[in-house]
Nanobody
Framework: QVQLVESGGGLVQAGGSMRLSCSVS?????????MAWFRRAPGKGREFVAG????????LYADSVKGRFTIARVNAEKMADLQMSSLKSEDTAVYYC?????????????????WGQGTQVTVSS
């Protein structure tokens, strides 16, 4: 059993910063894997935000967040934080943490095997 739990969401003013954390718990060793953050804004589909490889050696960002968001591994492969800065109203969404089937981050949701329940981020303008 693999469980992902997001934390750190809430309300922030435009231009502000927020950090999201994703903790991973596994009942048995399932090897290493890439991790990523996706989001779903009201009335829109799921969107890739940022991803990081199994060892943190490579990262991938959506153009809409590049230069503003940073994804990082914390405590080896057990956690993946998303530091968000210069937040905009269009960043308002439910943010989901996901664990990939492979070791390299991709933008395709189908490449991710396990998902968290999501955490709401609301940016007020």
């Amino acid at each position: 059993q693999v469980q992902l739990v997001e934390s750190g969401g809430g309300l922030v003013q435009a231009g502000g910063s927020m950090r999201l954390s994703c903790s991973v718990s596994m009942s048995m060793n399932r090897g290493v894997a890439a991790m990523a953050w996706f989001r779903r804004a009201p009335g829109k589909g799921r969107e890739f935000v940022a991803g990081i490889s199994w060892n943190g050696g490579s990262t991938l960002y959506a153009d809409s967040v590049k230069g503003r968001f940073t994804i990082a591994r914390v405590n080896a492969e057990k956690m993946a934080d998303l530091q968000m800065s210069s937040l905009k109203s269009e960043d308002t969404a439910v943010y989901y943490c996901a664990r990939a089937r492979g070791i390299t981050a991709t933008v395709a949701p189908d490449d991710y095997e396990y998902w968290g329940q999501g955490t709401q981020v609301t940016v007020s303008s």
